[in-house]
């Protein structure tokens, strides 16, 4: 299971949840990428208002972070932790790094 911000039909971001057993990323079997890409953000970091800059999964390797959605609704990913941002238009999300340790990421961008 994993979680995917995507962008609705009202150009608002939300969340939803992927289960792996069935549809397009089943368990086991090869994915498609583009690259890799290592962040990392030191606590208090805050990205404002953006759409995810392409389609890809993130992956939270250590740290905590919030996202946050135009509703007001927030969750926090932290290690082991996977999301695809796939909110690459409308009015996107917010992004916070919380807690006292460094956040470190991997973007793995897909088609």
């Known amino acids: ?49 953006h759409p995810a800059p392409r389609r890809q999964f993130i992956v939270t390797l250590s740290g905590l972070v919030e996202i946050g959605l135009g509703d007001g609704t927030i969750r926090q990913f932290g290690t082991g932790d996977v999301m695809l941002a796939d909110d690459t238009t409308g009015h996107g999300h917010t992004t916070l790094v ?5 956040r470190i990421s991997v973007a793995i961008p897909i088609d």
């Open 1 to 49: 299971m994993f979680t995917r911000l995507y962008t609705g039909e009202d150009g608002q971001s939300h969340f939803e949840e992927i289960d792996m057993d069935v549809g397009q990323f089943p368990w086991g079997e090869l994915k498609t990428a583009t690259g890799i890409m290592f962040r990392k953000d030191e606590p208090g970091k805050f990205i404002d208002w």
């Open 98 to 102: 919380v807690g006292d340790v460094i």
